[in-house]
């Protein structure tokens, strides 16, 4: 029987009523948790993960625990456990990851919106954080609006990362 804990953060409480869900194409679907960062640190894999109340695709009842995967976040030195799901029925496997952050990259969306809020205002690039890494971020953002948003994109880049954000992308993701 599954255990509803009513605790503070109410780990247990079913998680379609407060994720955001994504498909990534390849079998793997991703569902974005909402966690404090430090606890999932300190507890790793004691943390209390949270269980989909069905597949995401076939709407089955049944799944499995489907062991974790390592991730890196911006500010922590060692990799993360995070938990995936197996559905038994249409081979779905789920994958949870916090809400916060983009798949594939380690600093947090609000770390990322900041550096092109700075660069795109003052041509600074955001104390802290690699160049390099900003300038990526920058850059692919640039790419994207030309392409998503054409060349009459005249709201500037930082409103050109709402955007793209508010359509279901990555503004900073390279693939295109
Ligand atoms: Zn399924």
Not at 47 to 60: E, F, T, V
Not at 86 to 93: A, F, N, R
Not at 104 to 131: D, E, M, N, T, Y
């Amino acid at each position: 029987m599954r255990k509803r804990a009513a605790g503070r953060n109410e780990p247990n409480r079913p998680l379609k009523q407060r994720t955001h869900k994504r498909f990534s194409g390849n079998g793997t679907m991703v569902i974005f948790f909402p966690v404090i960062l430090k606890d999932l640190f300190i507890l790793g894999r004691n943390y209390p993960w949270p269980r989909p109340d069905s597949c995401p695709r076939c709407c089955s009842y049944r799944l499995w625990g489907h062991g974790y995967v390592p991730a890196y976040f911006e500010g922590y030195d060692r990799s993360f456990s995070l938990k995936r799901y197996l559905c038994p029925d249409c081979g779905c496997v789920i994958r949870l990851r916090p809400r916060g952050y983009f798949k594939r990259f380690q600093a947090s969306i609000a770390v990322i919106r900041s550096s092109i809020a700075i660069k795109s205002h003052a041509g600074k690039w955001r104390p802290g954080i690699k160049k390099e890494r900003q300038r990526h971020w920058f850059r692919s953002l640039c790419k994207r609006i030309k392409v998503y948003l054409t060349d009459e994109w005249h709201r500037g880049i930082l409103a050109g990362f709402d955007h793209l954000l508010a359509l279901g992308q990555i503004p900073v993701s390279r693939a295109i």
